[in-house]
T-cell receptor, first 115, second 117 residues
Framework: NAGVTQTPKFQVLKTGQSMTLQCAQD?????MSWYRQDPGMGLRLIHY???????DQGEVPNGYNVSRSTTEDFPLRLLSAAPSQTSVYFC??????????????FGSGTRLTVV | AQKITQTQPGMFVQEKEAVTLDCTYD???????LFWYKQPSSGEMIFLIY??????QNATEGRYSLNFQKARKSANLVISASQLGDSAMYFC??????????????FGAGTRLAVHP
């Protein structure tokens, strides 16, 4: 099914470990974003990309890296996990040049716990 | 800077009644888009409705309508004939540039709606 696929769905990390959250979309969307969701704070933008090879920082980028080597994939890397990064992470994509549809599609989320 | 404010942390409504969820926004960009998303307990983000800043009419999608008051910078979501399945968290969000532009969708803190039988 077309959409945004996030893996893994759940992950437990120890403080200091690194990992990559995967995000892939098959809708030829140009824009991709990563958000984190914490209780009482809605979703906050971590990093975003307006196309392959182009990324930029959002509201809360510290401790995270991204790259966009292809249109389809936008992985989020945690360099050295900290308990403050315990959160639910959402990947979202938007804008299809073919349809001029600017709607956002969200992945199902990754629940990350750092102990 | 953009800002989205949802002042109602929680709301409840009787089944079959209408409910309004408040959202105010702040932006200096004349071109922007406003979104409402629903997040049920299962966690996925479900798109409900969109309003562009230049749209002349208020957006409607089935039982959802957006009460867009541009001068007041408010974009309240109205749910008519509430159903038990409407119980969820609701987020208001804004993007500067109504037709693309920046890829920054900024969210409010959300309102938790409970529908009582």
């Amino acid at each position: 099914n077309a959409g945004v696929t996030q893996t893994p769905k759940f992950q437990v990390l120890k403080t200091g470990q690194s990992m990559t959250l995967q995000c892939a979309q098959d809708m030829n969307h140009e824009y991709m974003s990563w958000y984190r969701q914490d209780p009482g704070m809605g979703l906050r933008l971590i990093h975003y990309s307006v196309g392959a090879g182009i990324t930029d920082q959002g509201e809360v980028p510290n401790g995270y890296n991204v790259s966009r080597s292809t249109t389809e994939d936008f992985p989020l890397r945690l360099l050295s996990a900290a308990p403050s990064q315990t959160s639910v992470y959402f990947c979202a994509s938007s804008y299809s040049p073919e349809t001029a549809n600017y709607g956002y599609t969200f992945g199902s989320g990754t629940r990350l716990t750092v102990v | 800077a953009q800002k989205i404010t949802q002042t109602q942390p929680g709301m409840f409504v009787q089944e079959k009644e209408a409910v309004t969820l408040d959202c105010t926004y702040d932006t200096s960009d004349p071109s922007y888009g406003l979104f409402w998303y629903k997040q049920p307990s299962s966690g996925e983000m479900i798109f409900l409705i969109y309003q562009g800043s230049y749209d002349q009419q208020n957006a409607t999608e089935g039982r959802y309508s957006l009460n867009f008051q541009k001068a007041r910078k408010s974009a309240n979501l109205v749910i008519s004939a509430s159903q038990l399945g409407d119980s969820a968290m609701y987020f208001c969000a804004m993007r500067e540039g109504a037709y693309g532009g920046y890829n920054k969708l900024i969210f409010g803190a959300g309102t938790r709606l409970a529908v009582h039988p």
